[in-house]
């Protein structure tokens, strides 16, 4: 049935590139002991060449992305090629330079390669294991439905506040009006809850109310449960409990969609590194290819 | 009186009664046109604004006084008042017929005002849009109470009730709900009668708080607002406890149409057969059972404007005396060509009533229709019709010559002149199970689905025709591939058709074991009952014994439910005949012990993994047991990039057909809102240009002869068509010519599986990850499978 970019056709991909490595590998071993290895050796040059072809090709894969009619196989097949490749391209490419390393542009390109190489682990390691953990908290809803949910309970939490008195009910309304989801990227990458809630100081009145964290509805819970505690009438403490109620499910619900935003936001994430670092790579590549080509 | 006689009275000022009436005015016949609405052509009108109204069939002359070209409704609507002035047709309005007495030469007409009208000769062109039901409340004729929207843009800021159930109730509301107050009034708790798409889009915006929606409430009167109030009406509400008193600007009755079947039968007209959608008995001068009373346009089953323009023409030619041959007279000329060999066009129509059984017993306008529709096709010797495993988009009869139907087991199958073939697969929807060859000098009739089927749900006599050769051949096939025609006949005799509702059970567990069933369309799911409530432990699929596992002779009663997950028919025999022939047939014998033994494997393993009955279960509730393509997204994969949906719009014009975030999901596996290429497209149920057709390889897709009507995006129960505004395709040389469409149609688009790019679906190739898979029904079973193994 479904099969994933990384086992795609039974790693065909992989196969192929260790086998390209082992190749290298051997060839380096076997060319090591006639002459000591360099760039600037006949296999040196080989590698180069190698590792240049397959760094183009591995960019091609951006290409391919936006070509919706390319009869050249499917998306899958080709992200499979370009991680098994990636990998493949990073040791030919330290053969190449038989790990002469320095401080010039032409480490430089290597260490682009590197980064490069490295972003796009993180990024299987998040493709492959993001997308399971969405789906399991989200639990067969979609975004749009837990968000449905939430207005759902804030519905239904200012309906029951407004049958209590007016503290409560601007207790309430703060704690809604405070909810905090999303927010900048860094926020939603931390996925933390901001939430706050507006809270009167006991004994100096609405003038001195002070706004404080309300972080999994913690304080509108404590303090629904201080009303709660101090005995009302028996209507009073049914509506009040049935509140709590509602905040709890609201503090889980609350908590699903931070942490949906999160886990979303850290799938996209490494990609904004990924190709600035790609695009870094291709200059790199092509400043050192000049290099060589005019100055050796 | 005699000033209120006509030589003809024509009800229904659409554009047949109108053709009608312009034509009546050039032969100089007295005539009037009775018309209930209080503009022409009322259907039309209540088109959405500026449609673009097409003229198919394209291939189809237009024969009237009066000019129709496709162009925008507005267009059309201004050409045919400017044909009613010139032609001097004479048109009443706001006159609805409520009664015909009378006969040939003295009918008269009640009219709903009061009064009447008396002609020789009538024409009903009454459409098949029916009369709108009204409110029937005190105030219902106020000005404020409408019972149809023309365009949602044209209200802004108002306050708007809107009355009804229905999909149109829903629609209209949701869509004056983006600039103004709505206010929806039910009369039950739900809304059985609407499409799930638009109940879950309605509650979403009632969440929202887009709109009000008041429930068991009935309306009580509409009034005036007393002076001095901010809106002019308003609605008096009659909830469960007390009344509500809105006020508003407008109330929009959406509560259905009164169908014109009733009005036409109370006149005296028979009717093919009882159920809604057949046609009245009609000659091919469209003259009904009552002499002098003729019937025309959608309501004598033509559903295109062209036509019911042509006989609107036609029919005043046949009474004024000059009986000239219908419009498509030439078309069918070409059509009919290999069969003329010098007979006229009626000539070689008789011929093929007389040598096909199927149309034994069709009326002469049916058959036109009929071979209008068809093609007829000579195949050289040895060239195959069909192959076994293609899916099929028509059924096929002999007219000339011979066809060889190659079995599995048992002799090839000789057909000649006059039989049918093709007929499991138009039933199971599924692929041909046996392949067809043509034999010396064969001339054939093709017949797409769409046609057929709908002529066996209007004429009992083709259907059926058709159910006797498929019980006889299913026999055959299925059970005894050798045996002789009398033992098959014999067989047949005791053999039943049962029709079973989506959800509704065949048998039951615990049921006694009386009749063996063979599925021959739909599918169903057996399960067996557990403290948890019925756990699913097989999918039984068209073309399948049901539950032969069950039928050994030490079991006596059912061990499994069988429930339809789709609607479904099978094919009973009674178990002791079965067990007859089972003794004295070591073949079937063979056969039925490697089925039993398949299908106790199956529940065995699906018993084995709990989970997999409820992932079936969900793909089978979600309609993935009647598709033979549908895309699955594994969430365990997909990274939301949306990339399936985009290479689909890129690929179709820049409308996606498919959402991937709607849909249901479950054991984290995702349905997103997308065709399921049927086994029965229900999109094609009801398309005037016959415009939706399935390939080979089982794709359902919408040609460009679409018209926009909206039927397909109302029959699809999985809500996946969208009427789009898609730029028309024009060529390079009409570009540089000028000449075709410029402006963009709404039209029906939906997925067409990417047919025309050899790279496959694009959304499905797009993917990056391997989330967007497409399966067939049968594949269900291993998805459950692997599924529940996945996932835990
Ligand atoms: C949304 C939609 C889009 C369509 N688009 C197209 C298209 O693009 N191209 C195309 O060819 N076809 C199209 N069709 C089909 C087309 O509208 C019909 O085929 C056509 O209108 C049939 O014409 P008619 O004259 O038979 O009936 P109608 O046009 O339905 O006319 C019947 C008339 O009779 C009147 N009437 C009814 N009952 C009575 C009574 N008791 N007394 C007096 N008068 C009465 C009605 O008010 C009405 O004016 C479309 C249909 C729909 C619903
Ligand atoms: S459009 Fe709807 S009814 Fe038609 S084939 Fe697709 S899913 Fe089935
Ligand atoms: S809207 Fe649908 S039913 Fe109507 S003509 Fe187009 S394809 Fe056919």
């Known amino acids: 049935m479904h099969a994933s970019f990384i086992n795609y056709r039974n ?198 109310a002070q706004i404080v964290s309300n972080e999994g509805q913690h304080v509108l819970i404590q303090r629904l449960a201080q009303e709660h505690a101090a005995a009302h009438d028996a209507t009073f403490d049914a509506r009040l409990q049935e509140l709590l109620e509602v905040a709890g499910e609201k503090a889980v619900l609350v908590g699903k969609l931070q942490k949906d935003i999160q886990l979303q936001g850290l799938l996209q994430f490494w990609l904004y590194l990924h190709l600035p670092l790609c695009f870094g790579l291709l200059a790199a590549l092509l400043i050192h290819v000049l290099a060589v080509f005019f100055y050796w | 009186m005699s000033d209120f006689e006509f030589d003809v009275a024509i009800l229904g000022g659409g554009p047949a009664g109108l053709s009608a009436a312009a034509r009546a005015a050039q032969r100089k016949l007295t005539h009037v046109v009775l018309e209930s609405a209080a503009k022409h052509a009322n259907t039309i009108q209540q088109y959405q604004h500026r449609k673009h109204v097409m003229s198919e069939p394209g291939l189809l002359p237009l024969r009237s006084d009066i000019a129709f070209a496709a162009g925008r409704r507005e267009a059309v609507l201004q050409a045919w008042e400017e044909g009613i002035r010139k032609t001097n047709a004479q048109i009443r309005y706001e006159a609805e017929v409520t009664a015909i007495t009378g006969r040939q030469g003295e009918f008269s007409l009640a009219l709903k005002a009061g009064g009447a009208v008396r002609a020789r000769n009538v024409i009903l062109a009454l459409g098949v849009q029916g009369n709108p039901r009204r409110l029937a409340v005190p105030g219902d004729e106020f000005p404020c109470v409408q019972t149809g929207l023309e365009s949602a843009d044209a209200h802004q800021g108002e306050t708007i009730v809107i009355v009804g159930a229905g999909d149109a109730a829903i629609e209209n509301a949701l869509a004056l709900a983006v600039q103004n107050r709505v206010i929806l009034v039910n009369r039950r708790g739900d809304f059985p009668r609407a499409k799930d798409s638009n109940v879950t889009r309605l509650r979403r915006a009632l969440d929202a708080g887009k709109l009000e929606c008041v429930f068991r409430t009935e309306v009580n009167l509409i009034r005036r607002s007393p002076d001095g109030s901010s809106l002019p009406y308003q609605i008096v509400l009659r909830p469960p406890e007390v009344e509500r008193v809105v006020d508003c600007h407008r109330v929009i009755a959406r509560l259905g149409a009164i169908a014109p079947r009733r009005f036409v039968e109370s006149v005296g007209v028979r009717f093919a057969d009882e159920r809604p959608d057949s046609l009245p008995d009609l000659s091919h001068r469209y003259e009904s059972s009552v002499p002098g009373l003729f019937i025309i346009g959608a309501l004598a089953g033509c559903p295109l404007i062209k036509q019911a323009m042509n006989q609107g023409y036609e029919v005043i030619e046949h009474l004024s005396g000059n009986p000239i041959d219908p419009a498509d007279h030439p078309v069918l000329e070409a059509k009919l060509r290999p069969l003329l060999d010098g007979r006229e066009v009626d000539a070689a129509l008789s011929l093929i009533q007389d040598s096909v059984p199927t149309f034994a017993k069709l009326k002469p306008l049916a058959l036109r229709e009929l071979v209008l529709a068809s093609k007829v096709v000579p195949v050289r010797k040895g060239r195959r019709i069909f192959a076994r495993g293609e899916y099929a988009s028509s059924v096929f009869h002999v007219l000339q ?113 009386d009749r063996l069933y063979l599925l021959r369309s739909g599918s169903v799911t057996l399960s067996r009952a557990t403290s948890a409530g019925e756990a699913p432990v097989a999918y039984c699929a068209a073309g399948n014994f049901v539950d032969v596992a069950g039928c050994t002779p030490a079991v006596r009663a059912r061990t499994v439910t069988a429930r339809a997950t789709v609607a479904a028919e099978a094919l009973s025999i009674d178990y002791a005949s079965f067990r007859k022939l089972l003794s004295s047939d070591e073949a079937l014998q063979r056969k039925v012990q490697v089925e039993q033994e398949q299908q106790l494997a199956a ?128 060529g390079l040389l009409e570009r540089l010519l000028r000449r075709g469409p410029t402006e963009a149609a709404k039209t029906a688009v939906k997925c067409d599986m990417c047919k025309d790019l050899k790279s496959g679906p694009a959304c499905v190739n797009a993917c990056p990850t391997g989330a967007a898979i497409r399966i067939h029904a049968e594949d269900v079973v291993s998805l459950a499978r692997t599924r529940a193994s996945a996932v835990r």
């Open chain 2, 603 to 730: 529940y065995a393993r699906m018993k084995a993994q709990p989970g997999a009955g409820d992932v079936l279960s969900f793909l089978m509730s979600n309609g993935v047991g009647e598709a033979t393509n549908v895309l699955v997204i594994d969430e365990l994969l997909c990274v939301g990039c949306d990339q399936c949906e985009t290479a689909c719009a890129q690929t179709h014009e820049g409308v996606s057909r498919l959402d991937r975030r709607a849909g249901p999901s479950f054991y984290s596996l995702h349905l997103p809102t997308s065709c399921r290429h049927c086994e029965h497209p229900h999109c094609m149920r009801d398309c005037p240009p016959n415009a939706i057709h399935r390939l080979p390889d089982g794709e359902v897709f919408i040609d460009e002869t679409c018209i926009g009507c909206g039927n397909c995006e109302e029959s699809c129960p999985y809500g996946v068509i969208q009427m789009a505004e898609v730029p028309p395709r024009v």
């Open chain 1, 11 to 208: 790693y065909r991909y992989g196969f192929s590139a260790l086998a390209l490595c082992l190749g290298a590998v051997l060839a380096y071993v076997i060319d090591a002991r006639r002459e000591a290895q360099s760039g600037g050796t006949w296999l040196g040059y080989t590698l180069g060449t190698v590792a240049a072809v397959l760094i183009v090709y591995l960019a091609l894969y951006g290409v391919r992305r936006r070509s919706f009619r390319s009869p050249s196989g499917s998306a899958s097949g080709w992200l499979s090629a370009h991680i098994y490749l990636g990998v493949a391209t990073l040791c030919i490419a330290a053969l190449h330079c038989a790990f002469e390393f320095g401080r010039n542009v032409h480490t430089a390109a290597f260490v682009l390669l590197l980064l490069v190489v490295v972003s796009g682990g993180w990024g299987v390691y998040v493709y492959a294991r993001y997308p399971g953990l969405i789906s399991r908290q989200r639990g067969n809803l979609s975004r749009e439905t837990l968000l449905e949910q939430l207005s759902k309970l804030d519905g239904r939490a200012r309906a029951l506040a407004s049958t209590l008195d007016n503290r409560i009910q601007a207790l309430v309304d703060h704690a809604i009006r405070r909810t905090h989801l999303g927010g900048g990227v860094w926020e939603q990458l931390r996925g933390r809850d901001l939430s706050a809630i507006l809270i009167p100081d006991a004994g100096r009145g609405a003038a001195f």
């Open chain 2, 401 to 513: 010559g011979q066809v060889q139907l190659e079995t599995d087991a048992g002799e090839p199958m000789l057909l000649r002149e006059g039989q049918l073939f093709g007929e499991m697969s138009l039933i199971s929807g599924r692929p041909h199970e046996i392949g067809a060859v043509a034999g010396p000098d064969c001339l054939l009739l093709e017949t797409p689905h769409g046609t057929i089927k709908k002529l066996a749900r209007i004429e009992p006599s083709v259907r059926s025709y058709i159910d006797r050769v498929f019980v006889l051949r299913a026999l055959r096939l299925m059970l005894l591939p050798r045996a002789r025609a009398e033992t098959i006949h014999e067989l047949s005799t005791c053999a039943q058709i049962h029709s079973i509702a989506s959800g509704d059970t065949l048998f039951k567990q615990g049921d006694p074991i």
